[in-house]
């Protein structure tokens, strides 16, 4: 699979990102999202980070589908998202 990486302005909260490529002429549509979790949010111990991401993954919109965990600093981690739509489509386009 091949990978196209497009810089993303660097913003404090969600990003709404939505992509039209278009390979071998056939166009598609991909929806992303970038959220920022704070650590403060967790319900389980901030101090046991990988419970933490799980607990806030698990209830996240199901309609999204974990595409990227970033480099978490000391406040938040940057997750981003694929919209399950997109993904379906994105293994269309690869398979092809």
Known sequence: MSH???PIPVGRGKQDIQVQVSINGQRQ???YKVELFYWDDCTVSPENRVACIRE???R???DWALYYIGDPNEEFIPVT???KDS???QQYLWAV
């Open 4 to 6: 196209i990486a497009i």
């Open 29 to 31: 549509d991909l929806h």
């Open 56 to 58: 806030m993954l698990n």
């Open 60 to 62: 996240y919109d199901e």
């Open 81 to 83: 998202f694929v919209r």
């Open 87 to 89: 993904r379906s489509a």
